[in-house]
C-alpha cells in the first residue's frame, strides 16, 4: 500500500521554483527569494556571516532575545557591534536608529526582528528602513514572527534580507524557510571573503547553483515534506487572502490585550502601548506576587490545548504569553486562553471579572 508521507514522487525543480514564486508573492517581492531547507535560524544565520564582513560595524537592534543572538553570531564573525537595546515593553523608534547610526558613521550593517514572538513587540520596520536606506548600510529583517500576522513588504521597505519560516502566524512547517535577498545584498556577499561558501549555510551557493544556473536543478535532494507542507500553507493562506489572515492576528491581539484588561486581577498588557504590541502573540504581566510558570501550568492543566506559555528564561515569572497565531487567531481561543488565566487568577484570591473579559473580547473582535 502506498504511504502518503513516504511514497511520494520525487519534487521537481519546477515545483520547488513554483513554490519559491509563491513565497515571493506573499512578500510582494521582485528580489530573488531562496527557499533554505531548515528551520529559520539557518538563513538567519547564513545571512549574517555571508553580510558581515570581518572588521566592519554593525548595528544590531535588540527587542528580545533573538536580536541579543544576532549580536553574539556578528560578534562571531569579526564585526564590531553597536548594540541598541530597548525595554522589552516597548518597540525601538526610527529616531534611535537614526541617533545610533549619526554616532557610528562607519556603521554598514544594521540587523533588526520585526515582531518578537517571546516579548511581544513589534518594531516599526517601514520607517527604520527610509532611515537606514538613507545611511547606506544593508538592511537585515527577521520577520518570521510577523509574516502572516501583519505587512511585510521586503521591497517597499528597502530590506535587503528578508528571512521568514512558517511555523508562526502562516501556521505551516518549521523545517524549511526562506529570505529574498536584494541585489545590493548578493554583491556583499560575493565581496565579502568571509561568505560561507560550499557549505550549508552559504547563500551563495544556493545562487551559483540555483539561480544562475536558471533553476533547473537542485543543489541537493530537498526537504520534501517541508516543502509540500510550505506549498499547502500558503494555498491556504491565498485561499482565506493575506489580508484576511493578518486581519484575523490583529483582531486576536487586540481582542486579547482589551480582554486582559477588562480580567483585572492584577494581569496587565507586558507592552505598554498597544501600537507596539505584536499581533502575532500577547505578553502579559502577571500581578505581583503570583508566579507567572505557575499561573499558566494551572490554565494549562485545565485545558492544555491551549495556546499559553510563560516567558523564556529570566522572564518566566513574571511574563504569560498567549500564542494567538496561524489556527489559534481566532475569537474561540482568545476567550477560552483569557477564560483559563482568569479563573487559575481568581484561585489565587485575586478578583477577576470573566464576564467583564468576555464581553471586552467578542466587542473589540467585532470592531478592531
Ligand atoms: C519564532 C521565531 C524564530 C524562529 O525560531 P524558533 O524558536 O525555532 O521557532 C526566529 N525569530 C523570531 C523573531 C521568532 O519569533
Not at 133 to 144: I, N, P, Q, S, T
Not at 316 to 342: C, F, W
Request: charged residues 20%; contains cysteine.
Amino acid at each position: 500500500m502506498t504511504h502518503p508521507f513516504l511514497d511520494l514522487a520525487p519534487l521537481t525543480a519546477a515545483h520547488f521554483a513554483g513554490i519559491e514564486r509563491r513565497v515571493a508573492s506573499l512578500l510582494s517581492t521582485e528580489q530573488d527569494v531562496v527557499i533554505m531547507q531548515g528551520e529559520a535560524l539557518l538563513p538567519l544565520e547564513g545571512c549574517i556571516r555571508s553580510g558581515a564582513v570581518p572588521g566592519s560595524t554593525a548595528l544590531n537592534v535588540i527587542t528580545g532575545p533573538y536580536g541579543q543572538t544576532f549580536g553574539d553570531w556578528l560578534r562571531d564573525c569579526g564585526v564590531t557591534v553597536v548594540d541598541l537595546a530597548v525595554p522589552f515593553h516597548t518597540a525601538v523608534t526610527a529616531a534611535q536608529v537614526r541617533e545610533a547610526l549619526a554616532e557610528h558613521p562607519e556603521i554598514d550593517f544594521v540587523s533588526l526582528v520585526h515582531a518578537e514572538a517571546a516579548t511581544g513587540n513589534t518594531n516599526p520596520v517601514a520607517e527604520i528602513g527610509e532611515v537606514v536606506r538613507e545611511h547606506g548600510a544593508l538592511f537585515y529583517l527577521d520577520a518570521v514572527a510577523s509574516i502572516g500576522a501583519e505587512p511585510v513588504l521586503p521591497d517597499a521597505w528597502g530590506v535587503d534580507m528578508c528571512v521568514i519560516g512558517a511555523q508562526k502566524a502562516m501556521g505551516g512547517p518549521a523545517g524549511v524557510s526562506a529570505v529574498s535577498v536584494s541585489e545590493r545584498a548578493w554583491a556583499r556577499f560575493a565581496a565579502n571573503p568571509a561568505a560561507p561558501r560550499r557549505s550549508y549555510l552559504s547563500l551563495l551557493d544556493w545562487k551559483a547553483r540555483w539561480i544562475d544556473g536558471g533553476r533547473k536543478a537542485l543543489p541537493h535532494a530537498p526537504a520534501q515534506l517541508e516543502m509540500l507542507a510550505l506549498e499547502a500553507c500558503i494555498e491556504r493562506i491565498e485561499a482565506e487572502g493575506l489580508d484576511a489572515v493578518t486581519a484575523r492576528h490583529a483582531r486576536a491581539a487586540a481582542a486579547t490585550r482589551a480582554g486582559a484588561l477588562a480580567l483585572g486581577g492584577g494581569l496587565e498588557p507586558y507592552v505598554y502601548e498597544a501600537a507596539d504590541a505584536a499581533p502575532v502573540a500577547t505578553t502579559l504581566r502577571s500581578p505581583a506576587g503570583v508566579d507567572a510558570s505557575e499561573l499558566v501550568a494551572k490554565a494549562l492543566a485545565a485545558d492544555p490545548t491551549l495556546p499559553l506559555i510563560a516567558g523564556g528564561g529570566a522572564l518566566a515569572k513574571e511574563m504569560i504569553r498567549i500564542n494567538h497565531y496561524g489556527p489559534d487567531a481566532t475569537q474561540g481561543v482568545v476567550h477560552s486562553s483569557l477564560a483559563a488565566l482568569g479563573s487559575a487568577l481568581g484561585g489565587t484570591g485575586a478578583a477577576v471579572d470573566l464576564e467583564s473579559a468576555r464581553r471586552a473580547v467578542t466587542d473589540t473582535w467585532l470592531n478592531a
